[in-house]
């Protein structure tokens, strides 16, 4: 007979099924990271595009978290899974994640902006230490995962209502939000100290380089819920749906 998988178990099969592609992502940002503070190419060129965020404001902030939440996980649906063929449920996809994305991307720059002016715009290891704990340790687990798994869950289930009234549950939060949240952790608490060790102004544009992975992460976790993707399951395949 087989067992029902505990949150924990659900949230370790989500970083093992993710860890290849987590430590790709962790290696690059490193490595930007390294670069900002000893090369002065890599230092001029994220200069330059601090500046270009900080000319066009909000515009930038929602066009690249679409970019980046929406568009390019769905273009990767599209060349590894339909062969490089698109279909209308692409453009119904799109519909879903567009206003998702661009309005998650907002409250994340607003979340840095109040960091900084809270805490520090510097990178010092108490200050850094301490924007990690407000970011993963309660805008995660008190907004970001339940609003991103319930967004999931909506569209998988059809825009039905049900999953708005579970998100209130002691099960639901136990059940999808805290196997999210360990997946979430394995990943994002390295990729936030990288993030939070840049100023303020390269913060956001560091995070959408991160943001494609953790809607393939998000999507991962909300499709074992529904049961269409085997626990076993890489990456790739929780951009995948049956319809």
Not at 10 to 34: D, T
Not at 88 to 103: C, E, M, S
Not at 181 to 201: E, G, K, N, R
Not at 213 to 218: A, G, I, M, P, T
Request: hydrophobic share 55%.
């Amino acid at each position: 007979m087989q067992r029902t998988p505990t949150p924990l178990t659900l949230g370790w099969e989500a970083a093992r099924a993710n860890a290849v592609p987590a430590l790709i992502i962790q290696a690059i940002m490193l490595a930007l990271l390294i670069g900002y503070y000893t090369s002065n190419s890599i230092s001029s060129a994220f200069l330059q595009l601090a500046a270009f965020k900080h000319r066009h404001g909000l515009l930038f902030v929602v066009a690249a978290s679409i970019t980046a939440g929406a568009l390019i996980p769905e273009l990767f649906l599209i060349l590894f899974f339909q062969r490089g063929r698109p279909k209308l449920r692409n453009l119904r996809n799109l519909f879903f994640t567009i206003p998702v994305w661009g309005f998650d991307g907002t409250l994340v720059d607003l979340l840095y902006r109040g960091e900084a002016a809270w805490l520090g715009d510097v990178v010092t290891l108490p200050v850094v230490a301490a924007k990690i704990c407000v970011d993963q340790f309660a805008y995660n687990p008190f907004f970001a995962a339940p609003f991103g798994v319930l967004t999931y869950e909506w569209k998988n289930s059809g825009v039905s209502m049900r999953p708005v009234h579970d998100l209130f549950t002691w099960q639901h939060y136990r059940d999808k939000i805290v196997p999210t949240l360990l997946a979430t952790w394995a990943v994002w608490i390295p990729l936030m100290a990288i993030i939070y060790s840049l100023p303020l102004a390269l913060q956001f544009p560091l995070f959408g380089l991160a943001l494609s992975f953790w809607v393939l992460l998000l999507t991962y976790m909300t499709n074992r819920f529904a049961g269409k993707i085997e626990a076993d399951a890489p990456l790739a395949l929780a951009t995948t749906e049956s319809r």
